[in-house]
């Protein structure tokens, strides 16, 4: 009782009456209103501000610190990127450069980057909530807001929202693209590039329409069943099928099986009519002397794969291939499948016998040991239809009677900007999208066991570069203004003509790069015309050598015809021609033996060329750029003459650096390149 | 009135649990084997992107008084900025235990600190560091693959023959001579990047880059040179 009675009397003190009730709700308002500004007061970027001060009152230059240094919020405001950007109210020292030895957040000095902090703000970046005040709003999700920090090991994907093009500073993410081609992602998942371009995939899958031609339902099962166990680096993926499913679509794949152009050709001699008994011997040193390695990997006893990885891994091939397809594909592989990227190489009979022999003896006879299948049957080739239908084989490989599904796959065009609440979070995974992606790749049936994403064997580092690459597919990048986006697209490219149909027949952009199409294995053609002497390009095609004397990659031998050689000659040398090549450009009167003597001195001496190159092979030992012994057959003076005043001019991205040279020295160095001139040795042509 | 004092505790009670409980670190893991030292296997001075995961684990080893390797000693491992799994473990049967690094956002050298309680008291530590590229690291290291470490790298690799034996000597420096390189400034490694060996009274092997690279890939050159100089590479003001 002594407790209610002191309380009913403050209650009818305060709200006994109308007027004191007035007064009392007044009373508390302007209570309010005056303390309503200490909230500011008591803010945490304040606070911050506060602890800023404090930090720069011990440095050297604190009265140049403080004068630069502006109390209050700050925002970096740039309407037509959306922007809004307070961070800087407590990262107050991203442009005090001095302070670059400060390690304590939020006071470092921003890292060099390429960017100004004016020219796109911070969230375009690092993702975030640019317009919050407090930590905990800005960095991290909430509920009306999404949009937490990006991990540093994600920040290049920020670059990929405007650049298309391969930035030196980005090699997750350049790496990240590659794999996004190079493992067929883009064959399923549509993914739209913020230029407006689709990723186009960059694998060939193989076409499945003649399989049956090519091997048998027992190695398709035991492919299909684990890609890995055949070659190690095959980009097929694992889709865990059972031993029946992997059945049912080894029955359907041989029964879907019609006959290709190869297989009315007649069959090419095997090595068994050939005479001699060294074939075993011949066949590995022909498989070296063409090349093959190239593009072709196989597995060497200590278990490393030696080769290019342009073309499937030959380590089991003995236990995959006919060894009647074999041979029509070593002669004619175009007749098989119109699009592999295997040149027609005009084989001789005794060159298919000898290399056949030598592929179909490599083999693991575990491989197929005990792969032993019942006998196809209808209902058998029928599940296998409806899982090769199921789970879209049809988006990578060609198949009868099953045509390309259309988006088979999710769009990940946007996924970088994926809502969470649309996401399936695994228990105990961290939920942000970054980790979502990241675990998505790295298994993806986890996420549900009906899901047919397949199991890529990647790495951790290769996840995390897709992750990267994924992450810059957002809604802000294809809302940028499209002046900021970019990119540079190559337009497709193909020879024409006659010669043109020998390129494509020969698959010379399959290495070679001419007008921005192309690979990367070998030099780059667009101006080879300009380039070389005709006398010494139809020399080289009838017998190819490398130039450069570190490179185990080289031409192969094509058996061309002379009139073959004496036509794409011409070709190359009128198409492939640079502008301004004319005598205009170069005095060749100038290139005298002074002139060369001069340049001599300036090759040794003055710009120690030899340390690069190799003029005398008994002499010279450099091994970075071609070697330059006969280069005087090679090259035509006007093309050494621009080469050597601006090279990457000439061939954007080259090694070779521009010497600024001034008009004499580079015409003196000409005049001495000119000199070295080969000495044929008789039978060469 | 009893209500009032009802609800008046019931309300103290239900405080309490909105609070969040703190949780302590405590080792889940306790061993009696004790080392006498501890060896670092492998995975020291690697170099990656900030916040990247490092390729390979960092592996010690912890030895017994006699040398051999120990097999179930406690590690336990910290590191300003870094996220280690697993922050402690025991050595296995060869002594070895592994950690996995994730480095910090911040471009620079971290080191992870590993540590074991030595036999009769104490603690034997091994510090390991890994190296973090910033942005202007990353350009540096792409320039200096492309234009330098062929001649500069005694390392040969599938895709790049070393030329440093083919070259005249004096014969260049690697980049992470920290011995010698920290001595030079970075201008003086600016202008002979830029204006070639001569400039600074060296070899012509090292040409003149002036009219192939910007400046600021010769700056990020030089930053990555910093980044990666074994022993680390101090700013002037910050020695003094």
């Known amino acids: 009782m002594s407790l209610r009675n002191p309380l009913r009397r403050i209650w009818r003190f305060f709200v006994g009456t109308a007027p004191r009730r007035f007064a009392s709700v007044s009373m508390l308002l302007a209570i309010v209103s005056a303390i309503a500004p200490t909230e500011d007061f008591f803010s945490q970027w304040r606070h911050y501000q506060k602890d800023y001060l404090r930090l720069i009152s011990t440095r050297p230059d604190a009265a140049r610190l403080r004068r630069r240094f502006e109390s209050g919020i700050h925002q970096i405001w740039i309407p037509e990127q959306r922007v809004v950007d307070r961070c800087t109210t407590c990262h107050v020292a991203l442009q005090e450069a001095s302070l670059n030895d400060v390690r304590r957040e939020p006071f470092r000095p921003h890292p060099a980057m390429p960017h100004s902090l004016t020219e796109f703000g911070c969230v375009v970046c690092h993702h975030g909530q640019g317009a919050a005040t407090t930590v905990q709003e800005a960095h991290y999700s909430t509920k009306a807001w999404e949009q937490p920090i990006l991990p540093a090991r994600y920040l290049e994907s920020s670059c990929g929202q405007c650049h298309m093009d391969a930035l030196e500073g980005t090699p997750q993410l350049n790496l990240g693209r590659r794999l996004l081609a190079r493992y067929g992602c883009a064959h399923c998942h549509a993914i739209t590039q913020p230029d407006g371009t689709l990723v186009a995939p960059v694998d060939e899958p193989p076409s499945l329409e003649h399989i049956a031609e090519k091997t048998g339902r027992e190695w398709i099962f035991a492919w299909t069943k684990n890609p890995q166990a055949y070659a190690a680096s095959a980009t097929m993926p694992n889709y865990r099928f059972s031993d029946q499913e992997a059945a049912d679509i080894a029955s359907f794949l041989i029964a879907q099986s019609t006959a290709s152009d190869n297989s009315a050709e007649d069959l090419p001699k095997s090595v068994a009519s050939l005479s001699g008994n060294d074939t075993a011997q011949e066949g590995a040193s022909l498989y070296g002397t063409l090349f093959c390695a190239s593009c072709h990997a196989i597995q060497n006893t200590a278990g490393n794969l030696v080769g290019g990885e342009m073309a499937p891994e030959l380590t089991r091939v003995g236990n995959k291939v006919n060894p009647d397809w074999l041979r029509r594909w070593l002669r004619a592989p175009q007749g098989y499948d119109p699009k592999t990227r295997m040149p027609r190489y005009r084989f001789d009979e005794k060159q298919i016998a000898l290399l056949s022999s030598f592929l179909l003896s490599k083999k693991d006879d575990d491989l197929l040991a005990n792969v032993h299948l019942p006998p196809s049957d209808a209902e058998s080739i029928a599940r296998g239809k409806k899982l090769v239908s199921d789970y879209g084989c049809v988006a990578c490989h060609r198949i009868n009677s099953i045509s390309p599904p259309e988006s088979f796959a999710p769009d990940l065009s946007r996924i970088g900007s994926k809502p969470l609440f649309q996401v399936g979070f695994l228990r105990g995974m961290p939920e942000t999208l970054p980790d979502y992606i990241a675990g998505k790749i790295h298994d993806p049936r986890a996420f549900g066991p009906a899901l047919k994403m397949p199991n890529f064997s990647l790495t951790d580092g290769q996840i995390e570069a897709l992750t990267t690459a994924l992450l810059a597919q957002t809604d802000r990048a294809v809302t940028m203004p499209p002046e900021l986006v970019r990119s540079s697209p190559h337009p497709k490219y193909h020879p024409g003509g006659d010669a043109g149909r020998l390129m494509e027949d020969l698959r010379c952009q399959s290495c070679h790069t001419i007008n921005g199409n192309g690979g990367e294995m070998a030099p780059d053609l667009t101006f080879e015309g300009s380039a070389v002497n005709r006398a010494w390009l139809l020399d080289f095609m009838k017998n190819p050598n490398t130039l450069r004397p570190a490179l185990i990659r080289r031409m192969p031998k094509f058996n061309l015809s002379d009139a073959e050689i004496k036509g794409l000659s011409d070709y190359m040398l009128s198409a492939y021609q640079a502008s301004g090549f004319d005598s205009q450009a170069l005095d060749l009167s100038t290139l005298n033996s002074d002139a060369a003597t001069r340049g001599k001195q300036l090759f040794y001496r003055k710009y120690a060329c030899q340390s690069c190159h190799i003029v005398d092979f008994k002499k010279d030992k450099g091994y970075v750029g071609p070697a330059l012994a006969g280069v005087g057959d090679r090259l035509t003076p006007v093309w050494m003459y621009r080469w050597l005043k601006n090279p990457n001019a000439l061939l954007p991205g080259t090694p070779m650096p521009n010497f600024s040279l001034n008009d004499d020295e580079a015409r003196d160095l000409t005049a001495f390149l000119t000199t070295l001139k080969e000495h044929k040795k008789g039978g060469l042509k | ?240």
């Open chain 2, 1 to 240: 009135m009893r209500r009032f004092y009802v609800a008046c505790l019931t309300f103290l009670l239900i405080l309490p649990m909105g609070c969040t409980k703190r949780s302590h670190v405590v080792s889940s893991l306790s061993s009696k084997v004790y080392g006498a030292q501890m060896v670092l296997v492998s995975g020291d001075k690697q170099v990656a992107g900030v916040g990247s995961k490092l390729a390979d684990p960092v592996v010690v080893r912890v030895n017994g008084a006699d040398g051999s390797a120990l097999a179930g000693a406690l590690v336990s491992f910290h590191g300003e900025g870094l996220v280690l799994i697993p922050t402690e473990a025991l050595s296995d049967s060869s002594g070895q235990v592994s950690v996995s690094v994730q480095l910090g956002g911040i471009p620079g050298s971290y080191e992870l600190i590993a540590e074991t309680p030595k036999s009769g008291g104490g603690i034997t530590v091994t510090g390991v560091r890994e190296i973090a590229l910033g942005y202007q690291e990353k350009v540096g290291k792409e320039v200096s693959y492309k234009y330098c470490t062929t001649c500069h790298d005694p390392e040969s690799t599938p895709e790049r023959v070393s030329n440093l034996d083919n070259l005249a000597p004096p014969l260049p420096h690697q980049f992470t001579d920290g011995n010698t390189l920290n001595e030079m400034s970075d201008a003086d490694l600016i202008k002979i990047i830029a204006d070639g060996g001569p400039a600074l009274g060296k070899s012509p092997q090292t040409p003149a880059y002036r009219s192939t690279l910007t400046l600021a890939q010769i700056k990020a050159v030089v930053a990555y040179i910093r980044a990666i100089a074994d022993p680390p590479y101090q700013p002037p003001d910050a020695k003094n």
